[in-house]
């Protein structure tokens, strides 16, 4: 009997958005984080439903600091993802992952004695770790973020970059790394351009990672 026919075909990875924490999906409190308190900013819930309807997987990237500092219990961290899984899931949005970096950013960690860590932004550690966990196409994805740590971030793992500009960012040092492809007023704007990017790409696409070093 002859043998049965059939060939794998190449199936694409998920692409994601990365989504910083404080002043891009969440209201932005100094040294103050609490389940019970966290409020999404205005039009995120919006820009999250187009995001989603666009096949985009949703993960969320945060430097928390304050764990490192004694601000704030690295349990309460874990308590606000899950709080935010509950906000979402009445529009029907799910999160892929949560990916948090304890640690106090480089410049603070080298003025206190301590080896700067791969996770903390600019540093692409969290990024690269959802992407082994979840089998993401770095290439195809995005990170939204409100400073440029996050933008570079996000072009350190390949990714593409909106910022937010929400005054958050004051110093404004920039390079290609932290140089992103859009400048968004908030984060329904965000959501519209990669909407838009997402039926363009490839050309435009491998051109900028090619600048990057990432070809």
């Avoid at 309807?53 to 219990?73: H, K, Q, T």
């Avoid at 206190?112 to 770790?129: F, I, K, N, S």
Wanted: proline share 7%; with cysteine; charged share 25%.
């Amino acid at each position: 009997m002859a043998p049965c026919g059939g060939r794998a075909l190449k199936c694409l990875a998920p692409r994601a958005v990365f989504l910083d924490t404080h002043g891009t999906l969440l209201e932005h409190v100094p040294h103050e984080l609490h389940p019970a308190r966290i409020r999404l900013l205005a039009s995120v819930m919006s820009g999250l439903r187009i995001l989603a309807a666009r096949g985009y997987a949703l993960v969320v990237v945060g430097n928390e600091p304050d764990v490192a500092r004694g601000f704030i219990d690295p349990a309460l961290v874990d308590a606000v993802a899950e709080r935010l899984g509950e906000l979402l899931a009445p529009a029907g949005l799910e999160l892929r992952g949560f990916y948090w970096c304890p640690h106090l950013p480089p410049s603070e960690a080298l003025r206190d004695g301590h080896e700067g860590c791969d996770c903390a932004m600019p540093a692409p550690g969290l990024l690269l770790r959802a992407a082994e966990e979840h089998g993401l196409d770095l290439v195809r994805s995005w990170i939204i973020g409100d400073v440029l740590d996050d933008v570079e971030a996000g072009h350190r793992a390949a990714c593409r970059a909106v910022l937010i500009d929400n005054g958050q960012e004051r110093d404004w040092q920039w390079s290609p790394l932290r140089t992103p492809e859009f400048v968004a007023r908030n984060f329904l704007a965000a959501a519209r351009y990669i909407d838009r990017a997402a039926e363009h790409a490839p050309k435009a696409l491998y051109r900028r990672h090619a600048e990057l070093g990432h070809a």
